[in-house]
T-cell receptor, first 117, second 115 residues
Framework: EAQVTQNPRYLITVTGKKLTVTCSQN?????MSWYRQDPGLGLRQIYY???????DKGDVPEGYKVSRKEKRNFPLILESPSPNQTSLYFC????????????????FGDGTRLSIL | AQKVTQAQTEISVVEKEDVTLDCVYE???????LFWYKQPPSGELVFLIR??????QNEISGRYSWNFQKSTSSFNFTITASQVVDSAVYFC????????????FGTGTSLTVIP
């Protein structure tokens, strides 16, 4: 079954305690991305990756790090989480580039709800 | 500046009514892609449609239709004969092929279909 798997699904933690949200896809997609969803703001892209070892900042990268050492994995790292990073996070993957009939659109994980106290 | 604007924050309609969700985008690229996603109350994000900038043909899929107009930078989504299962938050999104392949989502429109 094609899927994007995020872990954990829920996490409550405290300010400053480093955390990693994992994301793994089994569709051999080149493009992977992290978003955060906040009320009234929609989804905002944090980082994206067009292939292994290629990552770029999205709209709201401050306070986050990512890595793409393998095609299937794209972890999101919060080195020193702060309360303003409390949010719902989605990982997504798709084929790249987004053109052509063979394009597979972004497939989203189920989301990770982070609460940082 | 917001690249994708969904001015309608919340819409309520009675079942079987038609409803149009507006999406206005902003880009300088000549090659770009527009998308609609649905987020039902269960929270997952479901892809509905992709449209590229060179294809202005309107699309119909069952009760769903999309109207892409480059002249007004709009990509509106119409649900005909709405049903309760259409209740969800709908997001319009833009990806610019020439300037980095970022995805820009609108703030979403929450649609409630009243039985």
């Amino acid at each position: 079954e094609a899927q994007v798997t995020q872990n954990p699904r829920y996490l409550i933690t405290v300010t400053g305690k480093k955390l990693t949200v994992t994301c793994s896809q089994n569709m051999n997609h080149e493009y992977m991305s992290w978003y955060r969803q906040d009320p009234g703001l929609g989804l905002r892209q944090i980082y994206y990756s067009m292939n292994v070892e290629v990552t770029d900042k999205g709209d709201v990268p401050e306070g986050y790090k990512v890595s793409r050492k393998e095609k299937r994995n794209f972890p999101l790292i919060l080195e020193s989480p702060s309360p303003n990073q409390t949010s719902l996070y989605f990982c997504a993957s798709s084929s790249f580039p987004p053109r052509g009939r063979s394009y597979q659109p972004q497939h989203f994980g189920d989301g990770t709800r982070l609460s940082i106290l | 500046a917001q690249k994708v604007t969904q001015a309608q924050t919340e819409i309520s309609v009675v079942e079987k009514e038609d409803v149009t969700l507006d999406c206005v985008y902003e880009t300088r690229d000549t090659t770009y892609y527009l998308f609609w996603y649905k987020q039902p109350p269960s929270g997952e994000l479901v892809f509905l449609i992709r449209r590229n900038s060179f294809d202005e043909q309107n699309e119909i899929s069952g009760r769903y239709s999309w109207n892409f107009q480059k002249s007004t930078s709009s990509f509106n989504f119409t649900i005909t004969a709405s049903q309760v299962v259409d209740s969800a938050v709908y997001f319009c999104a833009l990806s610019e092929a020439e300037t980095g392949n970022q995805f820009y989502f609108g703030t979403g429109t929450s649609l409630t279909v009243i039985p």
